[in-house]
T-cell receptor, first 111, second 117 residues
């Protein structure tokens, strides 16, 4: 499949452990954030989003935390599975502007 | 099934030979966009469209054209491709525009790997 990032930071976790993927966003005025998962050879897939009036949002096995003070976003994946292996990246949106996408983090799940 | 489709998925061409990459969505989305993805870089927007006959430049529009004659289709045209346009291209759509103040999730197509020799 295609390589979406030859020099991406990589996070390796044991199957069954929890994963935490971090994203530092650039614009303190950004008010909407999305996490995407991109598997090799596929387009980005929506995982979870959060608006700036929230600090935390939970989905199925995933939680997004937003710390506006330090412009930091994190994605927590519970009980990581082999199918979670992919590149994960965040996107930020500032009212009236287009999305800005981060370069991503590669998650590798070890058996 | 709700989806964004792109064709072709893979294309190898030569410098200067005009090509078109098609994009179609079946979700009745107003907003459509083209991105390119290069190693080590995030997605960069090429062009976007708020609705039929409404298109605008993104961050890296040079060397590309688009059209939006129908709501569901948003083709990307390279009139005279050059090697620096070798990249992975994604089409995306969403119900509302990211600039509307009420952005919505963008749904991405599977990608088109373009190589320009």
């Amino acid at each position: 499949g295609e390589s979406v990032g030859l020099h991406l930071p990589t996070l390796s976790v044991q199957e069954g452990d929890n994963s935490i993927i971090n994203c530092a966003y650039s614009n303190s005025a950004s008010d909407y954030f999305i996490w995407y998962k991109q598997e090799s050879g596929k387009g980005p897939q929506f995982i979870i989003d959060i608006r700036s009036n929230m600090d935390k949002r939970q989905g199925q096995r995933v939680t997004v935390l937003l710390n506006k003070t330090v412009k930091h976003l994190s994605l927590q994946i519970a009980a990581t599975q082999p199918g979670d292996s992919a590149v994960y990246f965040c996107a930020e949106n500032n009212y009236g502007q287009n999305f800005v996408f981060g370069p991503g983090t590669r998650l590798s799940v070890l058996p | 099934e709700a989806q964004v489709t792109q064709n072709p998925r893979y294309l190898i061409t030569v410098t200067g030979k005009k090509l078109t990459v098609t994009c179609s969505q079946n979700m009745n989305h107003e907003y459509m966009s083209w991105y390119r993805q290069d190693p080590g870089l995030g997605l960069r927007q090429i062009y976007y469209s708020m609705n039929v006959e409404a298109t605008d430049k993104g961050d890296v529009p040079e060397g590309y054209k688009v059209s939006r004659k129908e709501k569901r289709n948003f083709p990307l045209i390279l009139e005279s491709p050059s090697p620096n346009q070798t990249s992975l291209y994604f089409c995306a759509s969403s119900l509302s525009s990211p600039t509307s103040g009420f952005p919505d999730t963008q749904y991405f197509g599977p990608g088109t790997r373009l190589t320009v020799l």
